[in-house]
């Protein structure tokens, strides 16, 4: 049975329409690519009510994984700890090695640019995580990462800078989600359809897919309504045992020869 995931992107720049969620594609790629389920992406406010229901609704529906992404840093905005610590009713305090982590940052950059260093308060703010946690090591910047047993699920809170969040999740917490989808693994292909219609093609599909259980099948249209072109994307979430290529050749050869029958074109 295949591991599943759920995203909360936290952050208002993300409601405003001011940054592009690429968090949440890339984490979705890079999850998928693993073996691993993703049923859901929520995206909420700076808030923390907001924050306390999303993490407290997605806990309702038992996801083994929980990823966070944003509110990690040291400003007034930065919510996420204190809302996931109220969601799960722990007290936050300072966790020696998250502190340790932070600490060690900002002296090597006082040391590289020949500056003092102080450990202020919103640096501190960094390193006060909901009671135990395990802080994971942020290899680029200074924020660490937030490893929570939730009851049944992992909940893993991840800074919401792109580079920083891609580079704990690969070091970190890739490794995770591989152990936890064991042998299986997603592959995908695509095909062209041109001279059909997407209404025409969607029986085909169905039939298709009826006829290749396991095998997932879209249509993503390309051309114009008088020209139509259209992206076929096949993909399916298997261990090497079950053939994935065979399965995926086999569904194309028989959705391309359903189309030419119906007066289109594969190419």
Known sequence: MTADMEIVCIGNE????????????????????????????????????????????????????????????????????????????????????????????????????????????????????????????????????????????????LPGVPKEMEAIFVESVLPMLKQASGDLAFHQSSMYANNIMESSLAPLIDAVMHDNPGVYVKSHPRGRENRPNIEIHLSTTVGEAEKPTERLQRTMMQLSKAIEEAGGKVV
């Open 14 to 157: 993300l409601l405003i329409g001011k940054v592009l969620n690429t968090n949440a594609q890339w984490l979705s790629s890079q999850a998928t690519l693993a073996g691993i389920s993703v049923r859901r992406v929520t995206v909420v406010r700076d808030e923390i009510k907001e924050i306390v229901a999303a993490i407290r609704e997605t806990l309702r529906r038992k996801p083994r994984f929980l990823i966070t992404t944003g509110g990690l840093g040291p400003t007034f905005d930065d919510m996420t700890l204190e809302g996931i610590a109220k969601a799960l009713n722990r007290k936050l305090v300072v966790n020696k090695k998250a502190l340790k982590m932070v600490k060690d940052k900002y002296e090597a950059f006082a040391v590289e640019n020949r500056s003092e260093f102080e450990m202020t308060q919103p640096r501190v703010k960094m390193a006060t995580l909901p009671r135990n946690v395990k802080p994971i090591f942020n290899p680029i910047g200074t924020a660490p990462g937030v490893r929570i047993e939730a009851r049944n699920t992992l909940l893993i809170a």
